[in-house]
Nanobody, 117 residues
């Protein structure tokens, strides 16, 4: 099992920045890649960003956040960050950390990000 806990959410004005962090514990060695998702009220959960683990640091982003968000990982501390710049009201959502092994999908409880106009 892997446990995930997010931190860093909050309220920010449009154009501002936030940095989310996700700490992992448990069977870290089974994780293949880590992701950030978000879910706005009344909408489906959507994939925001992905990063591989260990030597594979391939990153991918949703078109809506490219150029504004950056995902990074610190394997020594078993954390993944999401740096969010140029935030807009449409970025308001609960942000979830996700870790994927070969057979399991793990989720954190989520952290609220609210962007005011």
């Amino acid at each position: 099992q892997v446990q995930l806990v997010e931190s860093g959410g909050g309220l920010v004005q449009a154009g501002g920045s936030l940095r989310l962090s996700c700490a992992a514990s448990g069977r870290i060695e089974t994780i293949i890649y880590r992701r950030w998702f978000r879910q706005a009220p009344g909408k489906q959960r959507e994939l925001v960003a992905t990063i591989g683990r260990d030597i594979d640091r391939t990153t991918t982003y949703a078109d809506s956040v490219k150029g504004r968000f950056t995902i990074s990982a610190d394997d020594a501390r078993d954390t993944v960050q999401l740096q969010m710049n140029g935030l807009q009201p449409e970025d308001t959502a609960v942000y979830y950390c996700n870790a994927r092994s070969r057979s399991q999908n793990y989720w954190g409880p989520g952290t609220q990000v609210t962007v005011s106009s």
